[in-house]
């Protein structure tokens, strides 16, 4: 059974920095994509980053490309978010996704979720 668990999420001020981690289990996953979405209070979930775990491509939405950086852990299973400049509009749940083979952005795309971390950015 696959498991996506998120840490790493917390409170910053505008301006700094976060590291989300996403710890993956249950399968292999050199075939798929792993996924970061956010979702703020009354707004729909929404694409951050994507990464494609065999080649380590990587897509982003538009306004955190230079902000933002994902990259991967082969030997830990692990995804992470590195958030720099972080700005209170940034302020959501972070929840990683999986999926198979191909980056792709609609939420409904992706098959496995976390359980989302919490990030606070105040200003």
């Known amino acids: 059974q696959v498991q996506l668990v998120e840490s790493g999420g917390g409170l910053v001020q505008a301006g700094g920095s976060l590291r989300l981690s996403c710890a993956a289990s249950?399968?292999?996953?050199?075939?798929?994509?792993m996924g970061w979405f956010r979702q703020a209070p009354g707004k729909e979930r929404e694409f951050v980053a994507a990464?494609?775990?065999?080649?380590?491509?990587?897509s982003y939405a538009d306004s955190m490309k230079g902000r933002f950086i994902i990259s991967r852990d082969n030997a830990k299973n692990t995804v992470y978010l590195q958030m720099n400049s972080l700005k209170p509009e940034d302020t959501a749940v972070y929840y990683c996704?999986?999926?198979?083979?191909?980056?792709?952005?609609?939420?409904?795309?992706?098959?496995?979720w976390g359980q989302g971390t919490q990030v606070t950015v105040s200003s």
């Open positions: 996704a999986a999926k198979r083979t191909y980056i792709d952005v609609p939420t409904q795309n992706y098959d496995y």
């Open positions: 990464i494609r775990w065999s080649s380590g491509k990587t």
């Open positions: 249950g399968r292999t996953f050199s075939s798929y994509v």
